[in-house]
């Protein structure tokens, strides 16, 4: 397929750091070995469809910058069948081997409900053949259940049980087209499960109605034999004030609060993150820590920009930070990197998506490469070994073994001298670091 993309003529191609083409990888070379493994399998990257292919450049306080070629037809369904042409024709170009979408981005809402899942029947047909000619798979769908304006008080937590059941059966619809794409994982993101005030709230009973909906989906996927693993995606805010899955913590304290801890893990994002007033690779470490990372929404914030921009990665530090907590779980499984990013505002051409998914690939790329390097050389985990060796002998070990109580420690106490104070050495290490991606 070459009709929407002619200014990229042939599959993007790996030509090194040296090269000065910016239509070329300089670090991500898909089949080359990383460890036990290809950097393709270790990075396992997605386009987002509703940023990639639905996005038109429109913000809050402006229009759309961006005429697509695939937005020109009249008809809904012509302008998404050719939408997806679009996609293929772009996954292929990049070499990219997923794609993640929302029903709603693929398939147009309908008049009536039953129209919108007809509409997204056609679509999925759409999307099987293609999959089947190109061997593009489907990382992960999701239901859209934020843009409607029945869902602008929640979804699975809305006070309206019309509204709550509406969005049940949307997402057994898109469960249903996920499963019918052979789809990896299958996400939900909440971005309407929250309060804008608690003048009109009941916190309780909307997590009880949160929590309910999840089993719901949960059950449903035992009898359907869905075979994807369901994520959460914690975010703290935007569109509403407050949401329930606010960060990796909140959202593993409601799994465990609510029995679904065994049904779901995580999908983390960057830009999340740093909403919640974390770093990136703080959930990402928390999450892992509790053997819930199950995949990434790979993007960033602006700092200086108090909400999502959902930009192309491109900080090295950040991705090899990411890269660490990833390898030392021995990778995503059936998660991957879903590029949760969207081009500016004023980068207009469709040749900015090419540029901006290989600046965000090459970033995760050398990140793998340096974090692999870290880790094989032990350059962080001999240290850290090393600071926790006290618990591996003598009191250390009986605390462990669960052998000594407060009194026992007090009289063991009472024999010894102060404690010596070991340096956490945090400068050092962070020159470690820096010696490695420099
Ligand atoms: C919104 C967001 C979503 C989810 C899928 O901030 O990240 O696009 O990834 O619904
Ligand atoms: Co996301």
């Known amino acids: 397929m070459n009709k929407y993309f002619p200014d990229v003529e042939k599959q993007i191609s790996y030509e090194g750091k040296d090269s000065n083409n910016p239509l070329a990888f300089k670090y991500y070379n898909k089949n080359q070995k990383v460890g036990g493994k290809t950097m393709g399998e270790h990075l396992r990257f997605s386009v987002a469809y509703w940023h990639t292919l639905m996005g038109n450049g429109s913000d809050i ?25 679009a996609a293929f024709e772009f996954f292929q170009k ?66 309206n049980a019309h509204v709550m059941a509406y969005a049940a059966a949307q997402v057994k619809n898109a469960i249903d087209a996920t499963k019918e794409l052979g789809g990896e994982n299958y996400v939900f993101w909440g971005g309407r499960e929250g309060y804008e005030t608690l003048l009109n709230t009941d916190i309780k009973k909307e997590q009880e109605q949160m929590a309910q909906f999840l089993h719901m989906a949960v059950d449903y996927k035992k009898k359907t034999g869905f075979a994807g693993q369901f994520l959460i995606e914690p975010k703290p805010c935007e569109p ?49 820590a509790a053997g819930k990372l199950g995949s990434v929404d790979a993007n960033r914030g602006d700092l200086l920009l108090g909400w999502d921009t959902d930009q192309f990665p491109t900080n090295i530090y950040s991705t090899t930070m990411a890269m660490m907590v990833i390898l030392n779980q021995n990778g995503l499984g059936k998660g991957g990197l879903n590029f949760d990013a969207k081009l500016r505002r004023s980068s207009t051409d469709p040749t900015d998506l090419f540029y901006a998914h290989i600046g965000g690939m090459d970033s995760f790329a050398k990140g793998l490469l340096i974090a692999h390097k870290i880790i094989e050389d032990g350059a962080l985990s001999n240290f850290i070994k090393e600071r926790y060796s006290s618990f591996q002998s003598g009191i250390g070990a009986k605390i462990v073994a669960g052998q000594s109580g407060l009194e026992d420690l007090e009289k063991w106490v009472l024999n010894q001298d102060k404690p010596l104070l070991q340096s956490g050495r945090q400068e050092m290490l962070e020159n470690i670091i820096n010696s490695y991606i420099l």
């Open 61 to 85: 306080f402006g229009s759309p910058s961006f005429k697509r070629e695939w937005h020109k037809a009249n008809n809904p369904i012509d302008r998404a069948k050719e939408t997806m042409e």
């Open 240 to 288: 509403m004030k407050h949401q329930y899955d606010s960060n990796v913590a909140t959202t593993l304290y409601f799994l465990n609060e609510y029995d679904l801890s065994d049904y779901f893990k995580l999908n983390v994002e960057a830009n999340h993150a740093t909403l919640a007033g974390h770093s990136f690779e703080h959930e990402l470490a928390v999450a892992s």
């Open 94 to 159: 990049l070499g990219m081997d997923y794609y993640c979408f929302h029903d709603r981005d693929i398939a147009p809402e309908g008049e009536t409900f039953s129209q919108s899942c007809k509409n997204l029947e056609t679509l999925v047909e759409f999307a099987k053949a293609l999959q089947k000619e190109t061997g593009v798979k489907l990382l992960w769908g999701t239901a859209n259940l934020f843009n409607s304006p029945i869902y602008s008080q929640g979804a699975a937590t809305s006070p």
